[in-house]
């Protein structure tokens, strides 16, 4: 089964760790260009529609049974030629497909993993939308609100663009459920010059947003503005890869939000540098990574697998994937199928189609 979508780079964010007997759901994932995947049906994936043009960050929420609640991506189409690339034009779109009521001019830039959904631990109507300025006209975290209780089901942004702090943020948001099941904790780095090791984790409980303590763990990379963080499937691991080649694993209590134990896997000086994306599988026995701008030309891609269990990482790779242009990779997602999924985008003259491959997934087998 193939999706093909016009126009620009396809990369999603799915929040993590929403389980199946959870209160809501990643069961839908829609994306740019108008395209979507529907996993109601675990054994079937099906193809199904959004009315998102964007070329960077998707992310959506389902309830309990799989049905879309709502969506959001960011930004809009009609910027992706603004003047100095600088907008600001995150969009809420409702389960019907259309922009919510006040749904439009949300905080992001077209990066790809600056946008999540996390739902309100207090009221099961309420919703945040946390975004990351990471190359916008305002620099900073933000989180906006989502009240479903308004326009019969269909919701409304209630409130819009709540900053948080005002540096520049790294294009890494990432989101896991804490260890009393209800709250959660939303993770991102700083983007700015050395020391640039912070990672900090927001609370977000009944009665709010709240930032942990800062805490210095990590690679120490000069204005390294693409780091990517995904917690593995059970949540107590967080994983970091930068795309100068560092990749790293953490350890993560999910009930006081601390980090420690730092596993470097790769340093910065890696040849296996220029990571776009990664995912791990299910039991973290490897990492999947794509690797671009390779070659004499900077044509090629590919995708490498990693033996996690390989006392000498590095000598573990695997190439189980290569690409020469048009055809480049773009993100790899864990489905709530227990698969790994992948998009690759195609350039033809100027319009670019993006094709997710449903049926070609890559397994930690």
Same mark, same amino acid.
């Given at each position: =089964?193939?999706?093909?979508?016009?126009? !620009?780079?396809?990369?999603?964010?799915?929040? *993590?760790?929403?389980?199946?007997?959870? &209160?809501?759901?990643?069961? /839908? +994932?829609?994306?740019?260009?108008?395209?979507?995947?529907?996993?109601?049906?675990?054994?079937?994936?099906?193809?199904?529609?959004?009315? !998102?043009?964007?070329r960077g960050t998707c992310a959506s929420i389902c309830d309990s049974v799989g049905d879309l609640l709502f969506y959001c991506g960011s930004? *809009? +189409?009609? @910027?992706? !030629?603004?003047?100095?690339?600088?907008?600001?034009?995150?969009?809420?779109?409702?389960?019907?497909?259309?922009?919510?009521?006040?749904?439009?001019?949300?905080?992001?830039? $077209? +990066?790809? &993993?600056? =946008?999540?959904?996390?739902?309100?631990?207090? #009221?099961?109507?309420?919703?945040?939308?946390?975004?990351?300025?990471?190359?916008?006209?305002?620099? $900073?975290?933000?989180?906006?609100?989502?009240?479903?209780?308004? #326009?019969?089901?269909?919701?409304?942004?209630? @409130?819009?663009?709540? @900053?948080?702090?005002?540096?520049?943020?790294?294009?890494?948001?990432?989101?896991?459920?804490?260890?009393?099941?209800?709250?959660? +904790?939303?993770?991102?780095?700083?983007? %700015?010059?050395?020391?640039?090791?912070?990672?900090?984790?927001?609370?977000?409980?009944?009665?709010?947003?709240?930032?942990?303590?800062?805490?210095?763990?990590?690679?120490?990379?000069?204005?390294?503005?693409? /780091?990517?963080? %995904?917690?593995?499937?059970? $949540?107590?691991?967080?994983?970091?890869?930068?795309?100068?080649?560092?990749?790293?694993?953490?350890?993560?209590?999910?009930?006081?939000?601390?980090?420690?134990?730092?596993?470097?896997?790769?340093?910065?000086?890696?040849?296996?540098?220029?990571?776009?994306?990664?995912?791990?599988?299910?039991?973290?026995?490897?990492?999947?990574?794509?690797?671009?701008? &390779?070659?004499?030309? &900077?044509?090629?891609?590919?995708?490498? @697998?990693?033996?996690?269990? #390989?006392?000498?990482?590095?000598?573990?790779?695997?190439?189980?994937?290569?690409?020469?242009?048009?055809?480049?990779?773009?993100?790899? %997602?864990?489905?709530?199928?227990?698969?790994?999924?992948?998009?690759?985008?195609?350039?033809?003259?100027?319009?670019?189609?993006?094709? !997710?491959?449903?049926?070609?997934?890559?397994?930690?087998?």
């Amino acid at each position: =089964m193939k999706i093909k979508i016009a126009y !620009l780079i396809l990369l999603f964010a799915i929040i *993590n760790c929403l389980s199946s007997n959870a &209160q809501f759901t990643d069961r /839908y +994932w829609a994306f740019g260009d108008s395209a979507a995947i529907d996993f109601k049906n675990l054994t079937n994936p099906q193809p199904a529609n959004s009315i !998102l043009r964007v070329r960077g960050t998707c992310a959506s929420i389902c309830d309990s049974v799989g049905d879309l609640l709502f969506y959001c991506g960011s930004p *809009n +189409w009609t @910027q992706w !030629l603004a003047i100095n690339n600088i907008f600001t034009d995150g969009t809420v779109v409702s389960k019907n497909h259309v922009v919510m009521e006040s749904g439009d001019s949300l905080v992001g830039a $077209g +990066w790809y &993993q600056e =946008m999540a959904i996390v739902p309100d631990p207090g #009221n099961h109507n309420r919703f945040y939308i946390f975004s990351a300025g990471v190359t916008n006209a305002t620099h $900073g975290f933000f989180y906006s609100i989502i009240d479903l209780s308004y #326009n019969g089901g269909l919701g409304k942004v209630v @409130q819009k663009n709540i @900053q948080l702090r005002n540096d520049t943020i790294t294009d890494c948001v990432a989101v896991v459920r804490h260890g009393n099941g209800r709250d959660w +904790w939303v993770v991102v780095r700083s983007w %700015k010059s050395v020391p640039t090791k912070d990672i900090t984790a927001y609370l977000v409980s009944p009665t709010g947003v709240v930032g942990n303590p800062t805490q210095f763990i990590g690679p120490n990379v000069a204005y390294e503005s693409f /780091y990517r963080l %995904k917690f593995n499937f059970n $949540g107590n691991h967080l994983y970091n890869a930068a795309s100068t080649g560092a990749i790293e694993r953490y350890n993560f209590n999910r009930c006081t939000g601390v980090f420690s134990n730092r596993q470097i896997y790769s340093t910065p000086s890696s040849v296996y540098n220029s990571i776009w994306d990664f995912e791990i599988s299910p039991d973290e026995s490897k990492i999947y990574i794509y690797i671009i701008y &390779q070659g004499a030309l &900077q044509d090629k891609a590919y995708l490498i @697998q990693f033996d996690t269990n #390989n006392s000498n990482f590095l000598s573990s790779a695997d190439t189980i994937g290569t690409f020469s242009d048009p055809d480049r990779p773009g993100s790899l %997602k864990l489905g709530p199928d227990g698969k790994i999924y992948s998009s690759i985008y195609s350039n033809v003259s100027y319009t670019c189609f993006n094709y !997710l491959y449903c049926a070609s997934t890559y397994t930690n087998s």
